[in-house]
């Protein structure tokens, strides 16, 4: 069977752009070669090494059991803060007001107001309290000298005044919640346009990269607890998982508490945060016990084609095969294989939809061919 034959450049270009011009072919001119493998897919090497096509040598290794369960990143609370509400009102929100945002000390998140609450502005009203002991304060003064009040009076002035002072915020006034620290925001407890008392905590901000991952295994799986040596982390959301090994993470001296709804927590401390946001939930693969002699690849390997995976196995400079394997557990990271791989194969491990462009594409444009 003749092989399907591709100048990868010009097969990205026609999927991703559409342009359909097949009217210039100056790859092809200089490039006229014929191959004759059967279904071998063909991509240059210098397109594969362009568009970031890397392949490994596939070599057996210890492979560790996975239970995939549901976590949430916990902050460290000695090293966080709250920010609270200055007065009471209605939170008005900043657009820095975002979870995993920088703030430095001082920095506001939002205003509080008590337009339309009913019983005015408090702050207003301390202040109006303080210029009224002030002028009380102001008018008794000379009239202490002329002998008409007491020096009690006057004292007693005084005190309205200092007392009045010390009632009156600032900050209450224009109603700013700042931050008290420098640091990352970890937890928003408010929504834009929500009514907060004075004191109420709109926001947590933790100073440090430091985090605590709690993932809940159910009590069925109780059994494995003791093996558990690691896991892997994917934030919500994300197709990325982070090896917590990576973020300096170990597992905590975990007590075996049951929780109500069934389910046995088990803690990951990590030095390193990796942009990971504590009051976020995270999907957590715990690694259980080793199994030595596994054969794996990246989870990026495999190519997914009507239900049925593939790997790429690189069979000269130019010529790729797809093989069909069947796949074991993953860890988010890598994936055994059961069957379709043996040692010693040279296999895609990074840029795999390049390979199935090159694969899945059309007619071959006029004039290209490849030969050895």
Same mark, same amino acid.
């Given at each position: 069977m003749?092989?399907?034959i591709?100048p990868?450049y010009?097969?990205?270009?026609?999927i991703f752009?559409?342009?359909?011009?097949?009217s210039?072919h100056?790859?092809?001119?200089?490039?006229?070669?014929?191959h004759?493998?059967?279904?071998?897919?063909?991509?240059?090497?210098e397109?594969?090494?362009?568009?970031g096509v890397?392949?490994?040598?596939i070599k057996?290794?210890t492979?560790f059991d996975?239970?995939?369960?549901?976590g949430?990143?916990?902050?460290?609370?000695?090293?966080?803060?709250?920010?609270?509400?200055?007065k009471?009102?209605?939170?008005s929100?900043n657009?820095n007001a975002?979870l995993?945002?920088k703030?430095?000390?001082?920095q506001?998140v939002?205003t @509080?107001s =008590?337009?339309?609450?009913a019983?005015?502005?408090?702050s207003?009203? +301390?202040?109006? $309290?303080? %210029?009224?002991a002030? !002028?009380e304060l102001?008018?008794?003064a000379?009239?202490?000298k002329d002998?008409i009040?007491?020096?009690g009076?006057?004292?007693?002035?005084q005190?309205e005044?200092?007392?009045?002072?010390?009632?009156?915020s600032?900050?209450?006034?224009?109603?700013?919640?700042?931050?008290p620290?420098?640091g990352?925001?970890?937890?928003?407890?408010?929504?834009?346009g929500?009514?907060?008392?004075?004191?109420q905590?709109?926001a947590?901000?933790?100073e440090?990269s430091?985090?605590?991952?709690?993932?809940? @295994?159910? =009590?069925t799986f109780?059994?494995?607890?003791?093996n558990?040596?690691? +896991?892997n982390v $994917?934030? %919500?959301?994300?197709? !990325?998982?982070i090896?917590l090994s990576?973020?300096?993470?170990?597992i905590?001296?975990?007590?075996?508490?049951?929780?109500?709804?069934?389910?046995?927590?088990?803690y990951?401390t990590a030095?390193?945060?990796?942009n990971l946001?504590p009051?976020t939930?995270v999907?957590?693969?715990?690694?259980?016990?080793?199994?030595?002699?596994?054969?794996?690849v990246?989870?990026?390997?495999?190519s997914?084609?009507q239900?049925?995976?593939?790997?790429?196995?690189?069979v000269?400079?130019?010529g790729?095969?797809?093989?069909p394997?069947?796949?074991g557990t993953?860890?988010?990271i890598?994936v055994?294989?059961?069957?379709g791989?043996e040692?010693?194969?040279e296999i895609?491990?990074?840029?795999?939809?390049?390979v199935?462009l090159?694969e899945t594409?059309g007619n071959v444009?006029?004039g290209?061919s490849?030969?050895?």
């Open positions: 003749k092989k399907i591709i990868f010009y097969t990205v270009i026609l752009s559409s342009c359909g011009n097949h210039q100056t790859h092809a001119e200089s490039d006229e070669h014929e004759q493998h059967g279904d071998e897919i063909v991509l240059h090497a397109d594969a090494e362009k568009f890397k392949t490994l040598i057996p290794d492979f996975v239970l995939t369960v549901s949430k990143v916990l902050s460290i609370p000695t090293q966080s803060a709250s920010i609270v509400a200055p009471a009102g209605t939170i929100l657009s975002i995993g945002n703030l430095s000390r001082g506001s939002g @509080v =008590t337009n339309g609450i019983g005015g502005d408090i207003a009203s +301390a202040k109006a $309290r303080i %210029a009224a002030k !002028r102001d008018r008794l000379p009239l202490l002998g009040i007491t020096k009076e006057l004292n007693a002035a005190a005044y200092d007392q009045a002072v010390a009632a009156y600032p900050s209450a006034s224009n109603g700013s919640a700042i931050s620290i420098t990352v925001i970890t937890e928003l407890l408010v929504k834009n929500e009514y907060v008392n004075a004191g905590p709109i947590i901000v933790s440090s430091e985090i605590t991952i709690q993932a809940e @295994v159910p =009590t109780s059994h494995i607890l003791n558990i040596s690691g +896991a $994917r934030p %919500a959301g994300s197709e !990325r998982w090896p990576d973020l300096g993470g170990k905590k001296n975990n007590s075996q508490i049951v929780s109500n709804s069934g389910y046995e927590p088990v990951f030095v390193n945060n990796g946001i009051g939930f999907e957590v693969a715990l690694l259980g016990t080793p199994r030595p002699e596994v054969i794996s990246p989870v990026s390997a495999i997914e084609q239900g049925a995976k593939f790997v790429f196995v690189k000269d400079d130019d790729y095969e797809k093989v394997v069947v796949t993953s860890n988010g890598s055994e294989i059961l069957s791989l040692p010693g194969k895609v491990c990074e840029g795999t939809v390049f199935r090159a594409s444009p006029e290209h490849h030969n050895h």
